[in-house]
Each structure stands twice: as C-alpha cells, then as structure tokens.
C-alpha cells in the first residue's frame, strides 16, 4: 500500500469543514423536526473526508459515469449528507426544509431516496443492502473497465444482518479490489451499547477470516482518516486482491458532549435550547494544532 506523508494543512482545512458541516445538520434537523443525529454526527469526519477530499466526484453531476461510488447503507443519517450535498452547492438548506418530506414532492426524506435526489447513489433504509449493492456495483465497474471505487458506510448495529456477511463472502471471492467498506463503529445502536444488543466483536478478526484487508482507525480523528483513505490502493477494477475493510471506531453523537454515547439520542428531533447547548458544544470541540 502506499504511505505518502499526510498534508497536515488539508487534515487543518478538513476539521474545520466538520466544525461547520455539524453546526449545519444541527441547525437542519431542528428545523425540520426528524433525525438520527447520534449516528448522523459520528460519520461527520469519514463524509467530510470523502466528498472534499479523496472520492472522484461531483456534486453539479452526479451522473457523471466516472465518479466513484458512496453507498450510505445506515440510510437513517442522510441528512448527513444533504447537509454535505448543500454546502457543495447542490441544494441550500432552505431548499431542504421546504421540500423535507412534503406531500408534494418528499425529494429529501428521514431515509435516502435516490428517486428525488440524484446524488444520493441508492436508496436505504432497510438496513443490510448496502453492501450487496456494493458488490454488484464493483462488479459492474470490472466488467466495464472502469477505474472508479465503490465505497459503502455501515453501522456496527447494522452488520447483525446476515446478508452484510454473504456479501463479504461474495466480494472475496471475486476479489473486488476496487471496494472499499467502512464501518461506522459507534458501539451504541437504537436500544443500547450493541455489545449488549449483539456483540459483533472481535470484528477485525472475522472480517479477516472472510477474506478482507482490514484497517482500524479512529473514525472521528481526521488525520486516521486520511491516512486510511490515502493508504488504500489504486482502484484498477481487473486487478484482483482482497477488498478493504476500515473498522472507523467513533463516537455517537460525536461533537455534542450531552448526546456522545447515548442511545436516547439515536433518533429524533432536537429543542431550541438544545440546539444551542449543541452549537456551544460544537465549537468548543473544535481541534486545535
């Protein structure tokens, strides 16, 4: 794998974009009333990095047919990404809350819809599909020639669908270099700590017994970020090796000192006094180097 050093000023520019990027969702989803901000805030920094930094992609074209691919299979923490989607210039947030789950159009909703919103690459909800999809989509690439990556997210509570696992078999298999799953490993899902709920652990040793490289980082630190998604080897879709696997440890809620951890703050919307405890919170957790 490639180990070029890391630019600390763009690791510098890409923290300050989720400084912004969660003072921006918070401020959305209390206007519209609905959310999943404890898991919508933990991915902050694995979006961020994503969209402005290491994915081939285009906001103004999300059609474009060499742009790499991100599936958001947690679709619950869309939001996250309408909020990206806005500051790229694609929507404002104005725009959003007015045309949130209307009856009229619905082209922004609680879960993605890529039927309203093009930029969303498939529709989630129902936990467990991403990364089949993923698969295919990889496959696809492979059997056109065609250099783009496919990358998924997951939730850690989402991988006790058994159809994550099939997938990992099938994606060995066929050596789908050109994947790349990353793990949203929050620990906390809607009812409880997950090693509670389903205890997933040790992760890293069954995804390597499925046949993936796995890497394991700090999901909320943007420097392991980065590294990771710098790290990751060119996307030649007829090269075959093992598909990849970040295990991104995070922190639910992440940003927002009375929500990090906590499973009541899994889904729901958020009160006006909140939201500036939670604007405070943020700024306050703003990294300084």
Not at 44 to 49: G, K
Request: glycine content about 8%; charged content about 25%; some cysteine.
């Amino acid at each position: 794998m490639r180990n070029y050093n890391i630019d600390i000023e763009t690791v510098k520019q890409l923290e300050e974009k989720c400084v912004k990027i969660r003072k921006d969702l918070l401020g959305f989803v209390y206007r519209i009333g609905m959310g999943h901000l404890g898991g919508e805030l933990s991915i902050v920094e694995l979006c961020v990095a994503l969209y402005y930094r290491y994915m081939n992609y285009d906001v103004s074209r999300p059609d474009w047919d060499e742009r790499d691919r991100l599936i958001l299979s947690k679709g619950h923490c869309s939001e996250t990404l309408y909020t990206i989607f806005a500051d790229l210039g694609a929507y404002t947030i104005d725009y959003m809350v007015e045309h949130f789950e209307t009856l009229d159009t619905a082209q922004f909703g609680m879960h993605s819809n890529r039927l309203y919103c093009p930029q969303i690459e498939v529709s989630a909800g129902s936990l467990g599909h991403g990364l089949p999809i993923a698969v295919g989509m990889a496959l696809g690439a492979r059997v056109q020639k065609k250099n783009w990556r496919t990358f998924v997210i997951t939730g850690d509570g989402e991988l006790d669908e058994g159809t994550n696992w099939e997938a990992m078999m099938a994606a060995a298999h066929y050596q789908l270099g050109n994947l790349v799953c990353i793990c949203d490993k929050n620990k906390v899902s809607m009812t409880g700590f997950t090693r509670d709920v389903m205890n997933i652990d040790p992760l890293d040793e069954k995804v390597k017994a499925f046949g993936w490289d796995v890497v394991e980082i700090n999901g909320n630190n943007m420097y392991e970020v980065c590294k990771a998604l710098q790290d990751l080897p060119p996307a030649e879709p007829e090269y075959r090796r093992k598909p990849v696997f970040i295990i991104a440890n995070t922190i639910k809620g992440r940003g927002v000192d009375f929500m990090e951890n906590d499973y009541k703050w899994h889904g729901g919307g958020i009160a006006k006094e909140q939201l500036e405890q939670a604007l405070v919170s943020v700024e306050n957790s703003r990294r300084v180097r």
